[in-house]
């Protein structure tokens, strides 16, 4: 893909993303985050999950990305524990979503190219990782420990 197509696929997936926002109801501008040359944010929120939805230019390919910091990790001791049952949750079939680590935090993420990428995909991709992100957050925080990410102390 050379730049001008970039650029175009870019701004096309910006788009959608924006749409896709305004249909949960949100007005798109107004969660709209920190943005980068070759890349554009937005940030939501889902019960106490925060979910960042990101438009990037990577590798000549414009990606969507959905992710949601969940938790930090608990004392050493728990913390293989947590990873096998995260393994193992991901493994039991979360649809499109995986957990993983990121700065020292659990995260849950959902990531695919742009390209043909339709309003019905994202909304679904924005909805379950949030639905994920929520439900499984404080499940973790009681049965490993560590804190939740959205704790602010």
Do not use: C
Not at 38 to 62: E, H, K, M, P
Not at 98 to 116: D, I, K, Q
């Amino acid at each position: 893909m050379d730049k001008s197509e970039q650029e175009t696929a870019f701004a096309s997936a910006k788009a959608l993303v924006e749409k896709v926002i305004g249909g949960l109801g949100v007005v798109a501008a107004a969660v709209r985050a920190k943005a980068s040359e070759g890349q554009a944010n937005w940030t939501l929120q889902r019960g106490s999950a925060a979910i960042l939805v990101s438009v990037v230019q990577r590798d000549g390919t414009v990606h969507l990305r959905v992710i949601s910091p969940m938790a930090t990790l608990p004392d050493v001791p728990r913390r293989e524990p947590l990873f096998r049952h995260l393994l193992e949750l991901n493994a039991g079939g979360l649809s499109n979503v995986a957990f993983g680590l990121l700065n020292e935090r659990v995260v849950a993420v959902s990531e695919r190219p742009a390209a043909g990428l339709g309003e019905g995909e994202l909304d679904h991709m924005i909805r379950h990782l949030g639905a994920v992100a929520d439900t499984y957050d404080n499940r973790i925080v009681t049965d490993f420990g560590g804190k939740l990410a959205s704790d602010k102390s």
